[in-house]
DNA sequence: GTTATGACTATGG
DNA sequence: GCCATAGCCATAA
């Protein structure tokens, strides 16, 4: 149990989809919201930029960028950077290459109930 | 209980 | 490839 039960079950889950983004790689926020919710049960896309917004200091929420790869938002630029510092294939100068970039997620084979 | 907001996605033009 | 509209889920007031 490594379960800080600080946070709710929705957090837990997209926290910890974000957490096992490798480096160098990212995913999108439809692809976390569908794991996160294959595990909780709940969540939306909208969710995941909320839960980050609230507990994104835990998570390394810049491997997490919209479904167009381009980077998400409010510090593009922060995002960008820490991106090219992984060595996150990019596409033009704002843009993610999510061809190579993009992570696999494993639906349903994350954490069922363990 | 309803309305408004938010780091979004999918579809159509 | 870009813009506009509709839909979705949870939280806050």
């Not at 709710?8 to 995913?27: K, N, Q, Y």
């Not at 969710?47 to 167009?68: I, M, T």
């Not at 510090?75 to 993009?102: H, W, Y």
Request: aromatic content about 4%.
């Amino acid at each position: 149990m490594t379960e800080p039960s600080d946070l709710d079950d929705l957090t837990e889950c997209v926290l910890d989809c974000v957490a096992e983004i490798p480096p160098g790689r990212v995913s999108t926020y439809g692809r976390v919201a569908a794991e996160a919710r294959a595990r909780c049960g709940r969540g939306g896309p909208r969710n995941v930029g909320q839960v980050l917004s609230r507990h994104g200091d835990e998570v390394p929420w810049w491997r997490v960028v919209s479904a167009s790869g381009a980077t998400a938002l409010h510090k593009d630029s922060r995002q960008l950077t820490l991106l090219a510092a992984e060595g996150t294939p990019m596409r033009g100068e704002a843009r993610v290459d999510l061809r190579v970039a993009l992570h696999d997620f494993v639906i349903g084979l994350g954490e069922p109930d363990a």
